[in-house]
């Protein structure tokens, strides 16, 4: 019995670790500094413009279809 007390004193001293302490754990989080970041305008924001030009230019060029001479006169041999 005079060995047991001991042996079990040493035994419950070296199975203790540093989880099993107590203790507030305190975590500090590290700042971050303020980003500014620009905001860019999209990259397809000429296609519209591009599009609607090409179909106006088109219309203008094509023109009116109709004829304002009369229509010749059939040939009769």
Do not use: N, Y
């Not at 007390?5 to 989880?19: C, G, I, Q, R």
């Not at 507030?24 to 397809?44: A, F, G, N």
């Amino acid at each position: 019995m005079k060995l047991v007390a001991p042996a079990l004193a040493l035994s419950m001293a070296l199975s203790s670790t540093a989880a099993l302490a107590g203790g507030p754990i305190v975590v500090e989080e590290e700042i971050q500094p303020d980003v500014i970041v620009e905001e860019s305008t999209p990259r397809s924001g000429w296609i519209v413009p591009v599009i609607i030009g090409g179909i106006l230019l088109c219309a203008i060029a094509c023109g009116d279809d109709d004829d304002d001479a009369p229509a010749p006169e059939p040939v009769i041999e």
